[in-house]
């Protein structure tokens, strides 16, 4: 390409919406500021962003009453992940896939969650329920003990390409097995971006998400364009890229193009 390389179009594979509307809880001495519908898509409304996957966070702990105003303000292209207790009954698991949620993330970064023992359990219980997958926010060095675990999955993914820089041998390996990983927040990650895209899209061309990460909370900086061009140039081809910012999240939350 001669030109700067950039996305004709955008799904956003993670974001987060803070309505103070909502109970919101303090984690690790953190409160989130609000973040609005409104107010993402003011940050983004220079972008071509076509839909997008609003991703609970640890503030939220296991309450989803904020993501049905989300999403009915969003629209039909935008949907949800959030955090569950693996006690969770089978009614509201249906009860949350009818409203629009496509998985269950596992922070396990945040200690919303602890404890490994029943995870493959779980993630094959909601998968064959509700055709779930499961999302890992955790820090790739001690992605070890969960490597063969999230292996025998039918579907994972892995936010923000593991955040170690260490950790990298290890995502490669969860890539090349078929997990998802996604290239967000590269402002809270140790990871040479442009390498492990490299990498990563090489292993496995359909395992790249992109997610803005807005509105980017305890991050060391925020989301800026410049991330945007960064993954673009790393792949420097029209069809890597749209697969990266777009068709690979399409068909892993079941969105449309």
């Given at each position: 390409?001669?030109?700067t390389p950039?996305?004709?179009?955008?799904?956003?594979a993670?974001?987060?919406?803070?309505?103070?509307?909502?109970?919101?809880?303090?984690?690790?001495g953190?409160?989130?500021t609000?973040f609005?519908?409104?107010d993402?898509q003011?940050?983004?409304?220079?972008?071509?962003i076509?839909?997008?996957v609003v991703v609970s966070?640890s503030?939220?702990?296991f309450?989803?009453k904020?993501?049905?105003?989300a999403l009915e303000?969003f629209?039909d292209?935008?949907?949800?992940?959030t955090?569950?207790?693996?006690?969770?009954?089978d009614?509201?698991?249906l009860?949350?896939?009818d409203?629009?949620?496509r998985g269950?993330?596992v922070?396990?970064?945040?200690?919303v969650?602890?404890g490994?023992?029943n995870l493959?359990?779980f993630?094959?219980?909601i998968?064959d329920?509700a055709?779930?997958?499961?999302?890992m926010?955790?820090?790739?060095?001690?992605?070890d003990e969960i490597?063969p675990?999230l292996?025998?999955?039918?579907?994972?993914s892995?936010?923000?390409l593991?955040?170690?820089?260490?950790?990298v041998?290890?995502v490669q390996r969860?890539?090349?097995?078929?997990v998802h990983?996604?290239a967000?927040g590269?402002?809270r990650t140790?990871?040479?971006v442009t390498e492990?895209?490299?990498?990563?899209?090489?292993?496995?061309?359909?395992?790249?998400?992109?997610?803005t990460?807005l509105p980017?909370n305890?991050?060391?900086?925020?989301?800026?364009i410049?991330?945007?061009?960064?993954?673009?140039?790393?792949?420097?081809?029209?069809?890597?890229?749209d697969?990266?910012?777009?068709?690979n999240a399409a068909?892993?939350?079941n969105l449309?193009?």
């Amino acid at each position: 390409m001669t030109d700067t390389p950039k996305p004709r179009r955008i799904i956003d594979a993670h974001l987060h919406i803070y309505n103070d509307s909502y109970p919101l809880i303090e984690n690790q001495g953190f409160l989130p500021t609000p973040f609005s519908v409104e107010d993402y898509q003011h940050r983004t409304r220079d972008l071509p962003i076509v839909g997008g996957v609003v991703v609970s966070g640890s503030a939220h702990g296991f309450d989803q009453k904020y993501l049905k105003p989300a999403l009915e303000q969003f629209g039909d292209n935008f949907v949800a992940v959030t955090n569950l207790p693996s006690s969770v009954s089978d009614e509201k698991i249906l009860s949350l896939r009818d409203l629009g949620v496509r998985g269950v993330r596992v922070n396990l970064k945040r200690r919303v969650v602890s404890g490994l023992d029943n995870l493959v359990d779980f993630g094959m219980r909601i998968w064959d329920l509700a055709g779930w997958h499961l999302e890992m926010y955790v820090d790739s060095r001690e992605l070890d003990e969960i490597i063969p675990k999230l292996v025998k999955l039918p579907k994972a993914s892995v936010d923000h390409l593991g955040m170690a820089r260490s950790g990298v041998s290890q995502v490669q390996r969860l890539a090349d097995a078929g997990v998802h990983i996604k290239a967000s927040g590269f402002g809270r990650t140790e990871v040479n971006v442009t390498e492990a895209v490299k990498v990563l899209y090489k292993t496995n061309p359909d395992c790249l998400m992109f997610g803005t990460d807005l509105p980017s909370n305890r991050a060391e900086r925020p989301f800026n364009i410049s991330d945007i061009t960064t993954v673009a140039q790393a792949l420097d081809d029209e069809d890597a890229i749209d697969k990266v910012f777009a068709r690979n999240a399409a068909e892993f939350y079941n969105l449309k193009l």
